[in-house]
Each structure stands twice: as C-alpha cells, then as structure tokens.
C-alpha cells in the first residue's frame, strides 16, 4: 500500500485484524478465499495506479480508505467481543467480522474498477462533467457558496453550540442511529449557522456528501423542484462509484432532473446509491437546510415523504433543518421514531443558549469595549434568539470605524419593550428602534423616500435590485435610492439579481443569462419564443437561446448604452435603440448590421417598436419627440413628430399599425396618426380640418371649436389625434386661446382643477 499512502494505514489494520483471527473450522476455506482475493486485489491496484490518475483519484481512494477503516474497526471489535464471550456467541461474531472483510473485498474491487478503466482520459472527464452539468445544479445552494457572504449565511461563532454539535457529529458516526435527523426551531434560533458548521466538520472529515441551503431571499435556492437535482450533482462530485451509475442514467434519460420529485428521487438517488452500496462510507452525511424556506409546501411535504420511505435502504445519512411549520411537522411526527432523531432548538435549555448568546456578543462587540453589564442586558433581552444579538451586531458595526458605536449602543440599550407576551417582542422593539434612528436625521424628500422605499420592499414579493427600487419609487437617482437604505442595512438587504423566470409557476428558467458587464435596461422574446435579446449599457445586445440558456450572438455597434433592443416580428431581425442618438437594424441570424445608424434624434433614444407588418419603426427620445422610421431605408417617414415637453420613455404600435401611442416625462401619452404620416408636415395634420365657416373638425367631421375668422389662418392643427392628460380631462378656455408656429408651444398641461371636460 505504499504506493497510494491514504490505504496504507487502513491496508495495515486490516492484516494486522487477520492476523489475530481465529478462524473455526467451517468458516476456514471462506476466510483463505478471501485473503487470496483481496491479496489479488492489492496486486491489481499497485499494478494500475501508476498507469492512470484522473483528478480525483486521490478522493475516490480515501473514501476506499475510509470505508475499509471503518470495517477493521467493526471486525476488532467484534473480535475482542468474541474472546469473553460463549463459543455460539463467538461463532455469530466470526461471522459478523467475515461479513466485514466481504464488505472490504467489494471496497477493493470497486476501487479496481475506478483505477482499472481505460476510459479514463480527460475526454471521458469532459464527458462526465457535461453529464453533470445537464442536472443544472442550484450553486449558490452549497453553504459556502460565494454568495454566502452577501447573504450573510455563516457559521457559528467560536466557542458556541458545542454541544449541539458535538451530539450531531456522534449521530453520524453511530452506524445504528436513525438515518435522519430533524433540528427544527422558530425563526432566529441559529438553525442555519449551525448547520454550517455541521457542514465544515463534515467536509473536514470527509463526510460531507451533498449539501442544499434553501433560502426564501434566493429563487433557485427556494425551489424545491431543484433540490435532488443539486444533491445528485455534489454526490457525484463526493463519490467516483455513485458517479458512474448517475451518469448511466443521464445518458439515457437527460430529462430527468427535470421531472417530478419522486422521479428525480427514485432515478438520481436511489437507483445509483442502492447499486454502488458498498462502496460508500458508512458515515456519509446529506445536509438539507431551512426546508420550511421553500415556496412549494407540498413539495417539501413529498421530499420528506421520499426521505422517510427511502432513507432506511440508502447507504447514506440526511440530516434536515426547518422551523416547526404544521405540514413538516405532521410528517416527521406521523414517521417511525426509529428512522428519525428530533432535536428542538427552542426547547434546549435556556441557560445553554444564554451562554452562547454571550459569547457571541463579547466577541463581535470586543472592537468597541462595550461594558459586562450592556452585554448582559442585551443577552438577557436576546432570550434564545440569536437574530435579536445578530442584529444587535449589524446595527452597531463594531469593525466600522465611522460609525458611531456608542451612540448606536446606547439606543439599543435605552429602548424600552411594550406590553405583551409576544414572542418577538424584544425583537419588535429593536427593530422599531433601528428604524426610528434611521428617520431621526432626514427631513423632507428623504425621509419620504426612506418610507416609500421601505414600503415598496415590504409589499415587493420578490427581492429588488436598486435600480428596480428606484424605478417603483419613481426615482431617477439610484445613488438616491442607496444612500436612502443605508441606514436601514442592519434590518434591510437588498437583492442584485437578475434572471430569467417562468411566468405561470413564479421560478427561474435554468441558470442566469451572464454575459454583460453592466446593467441590463431592456429584453424582449423572439416570436416563436425560442430566443430573447438583452439590451445593455455595456453597448452591446446579446441574443440567447432559452432551452438552453447559452449565448447565440453577441451585438455591437452601438457607442453608448443600449436603452431598448426588440425582434421584428417575423424574427429574422433586431432593432436597437441607444443613447448614442441612433437606431441599428440587425440580422437576428447574423449578427450583422443590415441598416444604420439611423440618425435624427438629438438626445438619447429611450424606447423603440415595429409595426406589425414589419415596415415601419417608432422611438422615442430624449429630446421630447417621436420618430417613425421606414424600416427599408432607415429614413424618416416624415419629420418628427413633437407635442410632449417631456422625455418621450415608451412608444408602441397599435395591433393594426395603424396608430402610435407615445408616453412620456411630462406625464401624458399621445395617440398619433401612423398611416398618414408620410404626408404629415410637423405643423398640420389631414385628419384635422377647419371648415369654411371655421369650425375645426375631428377626424369623424364633427364640430370640436369654432374659430373666429381673423384667428383661422393663424391656428395650428394638432399632430397627434389624442392626448391624454394626468388627471384625465383637457380644459380648454376659449377666452384666452394660444397661438403659436408649433402645437407643443401652445398647449399646456391643465392644473388639477375640478372642471368639466370640454
């Protein structure tokens, strides 16, 4: 066993076992087979090792090590067992202990299978890896995932849930403990930090098999539809055996993960798992987190009916947090006590809590010398929730030398609770504490603004990016938006997040669409639905394919920010819009510009559409004006059309082409006259017309206003056939009647006077 030094110390234990067994007469030639056998296979190994070492050689071999360790412990003690013991007792252990070393053959011949294949290359790697990856695997769901920092998913603090631990890691090395244990707690316990920890020990160990962290704050990691599908792919990564059996069901079935549960259940976890059971660790452990936080409660209700049904035959461990909610606990309770182990946080004893509580606070407020009687008070007031102190922690930033800690302190520490048994009443009240700081030095537009976006947040189902926030508030400055929250970071996060979603079930379709470098301002699918273009302030507009969720084309052109790209719709081409004043016209198949830049805007281009017929294109600027463009020529049609004294945001066709709809920043939108627009001249319109006696007629020749005769020649007729208003009326005083060269200088949004509309 030299030559691959991790089954050395295991090989050693195992002769050295052999050579202390007695063996009786019956069960001799099954115990010489045997030591032949897995002579052989020593053999075998030290031969093929040298030959072939795929990247995780060294992985597969110590979980072999570990496997065959954990049997010569078994077989010693069965042993020593047998020599106090009545010569029956004796022969059932012999049996026991050869039963061990059958286990140890199966070890060894799979490791010579692994080693052995020829189809080890790095061709055969890259197949393996795409097999994987086809079970689109939630990342982030791994506890120490990247984005565990930004969501602040850590691990206990030093010195704290030793206990709770230390019972865990038992539970997992007991070979006859129940195969699932249960650790649930109200919101705020620390189930989740110490489930994190849990993983390190594990994965320190070598004991960590998979591991999914839900999180309502994440989509993928809330959608339960995506757990087994996760666990599969770390499982394989954990174990070579199991790997090659998982991969022999994607080959025939890609499809798989995405099936329902019980399917992924049954063909990822337990067809594999059953088929490679003696090659895997004794101890290997399934961590699941924060089941409760999943947006499907029936769906968690089926994975732990899956769990229950199927744990006893698995060759691995599941250890499951929630809090108690009434589905989860009805169906852990209504389960055989022999299959589970149950653990309530809430019900550990409070002064053990209390303790940890307490070295938490003195670690994390060292930084600031807060007094022995401030942190009492503060535990005291925490109760058995953690999240009270953690925030506690967040509010006061102890590492940030800017901040005002004392002040901060004393805030908290002078805060007085209510009346009432609530339970969350000390947190209610810290909370209300935090935000009443928060308030207490803005005045007017930003006070407001805290409020508003605070309460955009709340009522928001999903978490919102700045921008996002920004634009509900109806808020031009983001920089405004961010310095507003800050205040509030100890209570409030805040989400960067950006993907794809399903629009019937609420989830994200496969994995994000990550291409630009910088924020995405506009998308739109593709007719047939099998393409969507993103629009970017990068520059560039990038065409995607949504089965697969991978880059088709790349767009550039464009010398600014792209604010609008959009398919014409027979898909063939993309047209953009920039804040570079110009139009492109694209090759959806390409990439290839086929027309522009289209010029004549004299500010940023914000929004484009294209007819139905695909002739014509509108967009709206900046500048206060509409264009409609000849899609042919990138001309033109006409001059642009103006009336709005505001950014003109959003533009689209009418279904018949026949008409234009503009809004804009100056709070109306405009219906304009799109056929006739080739022979529309800036100032009049032909679907307008003042008559011979001076009445001025609507496009259904009724009578809209008379005209005084010495006023007709001067009068502009109004380019667009409708404005709408703020408030919903138009009030026109015909005593004080404006005249001008252009419309959009003589019309004036009305006051929110309560007049009749005329």
């Known amino acids: 066993a030299g030559i691959f030094p991790p089954l050395k110390d295991a090989v050693s234990g195992l002769l050295e076992c052999a050579m202390n067994l007695q063996i009786a007469e019956q069960n001799q030639a099954e115990y010489d087979r045997l030591a032949l056998d897995l002579v052989d296979l020593v053999q075998t190994l030290q031969k093929h090792l040298p030959e072939s070492r795929p990247r995780w050689t060294p992985y597969s071999i110590e979980n072999a090590a570990r496997s065959i360790g954990e049997q010569v412990t078994h077989a010693k003690q069965r042993q020593d067992r047998s020599k106090i013991r009545q010569i029956v007792q004796a022969l059932d252990g012999e049996t026991d ?124 990691c809330r959608d339960v539809n995506r757990i087994v599908p996760t666990i599969a792919y770390q499982l394989g990564r954990f174990s070579n055996p199991y790997q090659k059996e998982l991969c022999e069901v994607l080959s025939n079935n890609p499809d798989v993960s995405k099936r329902e549960i019980s399917i992924q259940f049954a063909k990822l976890i337990v067809g594999p798992l059953l088929k490679v059971k003696g090659a895997i660790p004794d101890d290997v452990i399934i961590v699941i987190d924060a089941l409760d936080e999943c947006s499907d409660t029936q769906g968690t209700q089926r994975v732990l009916d899956l769990l229950f049904s199927q744990a ?125 700081q928060a308030l207490e030095y803005v005045r007017g537009e930003e006070r407001e603004l805290l409020r508003l976006s605070l309460r955009t947040v709340i009522g928001a189902r999903e978490p919102l990016t700045i921008a996002s926030l920004a634009e509900m508030t109806n808020n031009e400055s983001e920089e405004a938006v961010q310095l507003a929250l800050l205040p509030l970071h100890s209570v409030l996060r805040v989400s960067d997040d950006t993907k794809l979603w399903d629009l019937r079930s609420g989830t994200t379709v496969g994995k994000p669409l990550v291409q630009h470098r910088d924020w995405v301002r506009s998308v739109d699918f593709s007719p047939d639905g099998s393409r969507v273009v993103s629009g970017s302030y990068d ?18 052109g464009h010398t600014c920010g792209i604010t609008a790209a959009m398919f014409t719709p027979d898909g063939q081409k993309v047209v953009t819009c920039s804040a570079d004043q110009t139009l492109l016209l694209w090759d959806a198949s390409t990439g290839a510009i086929i027309s522009g830049p289209w010029e004549g805007h004299s500010h940023w281009d914000w929004d484009v559409d294209i007819s139905p017929d695909s002739t014509m294109v509108v967009s709206g600027s900046e500048d206060h004006s509409v264009g409609l463009w000849d899609i042919h020529t990138g001309a033109l049609r ?106 959009g200088d003589c019309y004036v949004p009305f006051p929110k006077y309560h007049m009749p509309n005329v």
């Open 312 to 436: 006893t035959s698995l060759p691995v461990k599941f250890f499951v947090t929630s809090r108690p909610e009434p589905g989860i606990s009805s169906k852990v309770q209504s389960s055989e006590e022999a299959y589970r182990l149950v653990l309530h946080l809430h019900e550990v004893e409070t002064s053990l809590v209390q303790a940890d509580i307490q070295t938490y606070l003195e670690r994390e407020l060292r930084p600031i010398k807060a007094q022995p009687e401030d942190i009492k008070q503060l535990t005291a007031r925490a109760g058995c929730l953690f999240i009270y102190a953690a925030t506690v922690v967040r509010y006061i930033e102890p590492q940030n030398r800017a901040a005002n800690h004392r002040n901060r302190l004393a805030t908290i520490i002078s805060a007085h609770p209510g009346i009432g048994e609530d339970t969350y009443q000390e947190l209610d009240q810290l909370y209300s504490s935090i935000l009443s």
């Open 97 to 220: 202990v050869l039963r061990c070393y059958r286990r140890v053959e199966h070890v060894f011949r799979q490791l010579q299978m692994d080693i052995s294949l020829s189809i080890w290359d790095l061709t055969h790697e890259q197949w393996v890896d795409t097999r994987l990856k086809d079970l689109a695997p939630v990342h982030e769901a791994r506890y120490n995932a990247g984005l565990s920092v930004k969501i602040e998913r850590h691990g206990c603090t030093p010195d704290t849930r030793v206990k709770i631990l230390e019972e865990a890691m038992d539970w997992t090395h007991n070979l006859d403990a129940a195969k699932i244990y249960w650790m649930n707690g109200m919101a705020g316990t620390g189930k989740t930090t110490i489930a994190y920890s849990l993983c390190e020990r594990l994965e320190e160990s070598k004991q960590l098999g998979a591991c999914f962290f839900c999180s309502r704050s994440l989509p993928d």
């Open 539 to 556: 520059t560039s507009a990038c065409v995607w394919d949504v089965e697969t969720c991978t880059l088709v084309l790349t767009l550039t």
């Open 638 to 743: 006409a001059s642009l059309l103006r009336g709005h004294t505001g950014a003109v945001y959003s533009v689209a066709f009418s279904p018949d082409g026949k008409h234009v709809i503009s809004g804009s920043l100056d709070g109306t939108m405009r219906i304009w006259d799109a056929a006739s627009v080739g022979d529309m001249k800036e100032e009049t319109t032909s679907n307008w017309v003042v008559s011979d006696e001076g009445w001025v007629m609507d496009p259904q020749s009724k009578p809209v206003l008379w005209l005084p005769l010495n006023s007709r020649a001067r009068f502009v007729m109004a380019p667009c056939l409708s404005v709408i208003p703020p408030d919903g009326i138009i009030c026109t005083n015909l005593d004080e009647v404006m005249f001008g060269d252009r419309w």
